[in-house]
């Protein structure tokens, strides 16, 4: 396990930032593998990956919520792929009608996320995985995306421009 740096809090909303500094924000004692930090905005707050707290932040901005994540899935330098997990199946719908319009560009991200007009050798394609979730006595069902580390960067720029455009921002967030 590797710790948490406490100081960083670009990704941290200003009506959250008093509740961190005393280390009051509702959030799970941190058990990930990666070096984390603090997220907080729009009613969610976690420990999570440093290399996803930005885009993790823009997710939550833009409503899309989120169970949890890991910035390296498969811990292979060969194959960086960021894990997401979705707290209900619309959360994935939103994020994929966000981040991911049908663009017409072969090879572009929408055709990465739904794995059309690529090529064997290609390595971009997202992956999908669903199931059962069971929290007491409530059955859920969880989806997830594992998309590669190199997508990460557009994602964050797509939701920051998703979320500017739709008033979503209360504040200017993290540059």
Request: with cysteine.
């Amino acid at each position: 396990m590797t710790g948490i740096d406490f100081a960083d809090e670009r990704f941290i909303d200003p009506d959250c930032l008093d509740a961190h500094r005393k280390r009051q924000l509702p959030v799970d004692p941190f058990s990930g593998e990666h070096p984390g930090l603090v997220v907080a905005t729009c009613g969610q707050a976690a420990w999570v990956d440093r290399e996803i707290a930005e885009l993790l932040y823009w997710m939550w901005r833009t409503g899309v919520r989120t169970a949890n994540s890991c910035q390296d899935f498969l811990d292979d330098p060969a194959d960086q792929r960021i894990f997401l997990a979705f707290e209900h199946p619309d959360d994935l719908c939103l994020f994929l009608s966000l981040v991911a319009p049908e663009d017409g560009e072969p090879g572009g991200l929408w055709d990465r996320a739904c794995g059309r007009n690529l090529t064997s050798d290609e390595n971009g394609l997202w992956d999908y995985e669903g199931g059962p979730v069971i929290r007491g006595r409530k059955v859920t069902l969880q989806m997830s995306a594992i998309i590669p580390q190199s997508d990460g960067p557009e994602l964050v720029r797509r939701l920051r421009q998703s979320a500017s455009g739709q008033g979503l921002l209360g504040v200017s967030g993290p540059s």
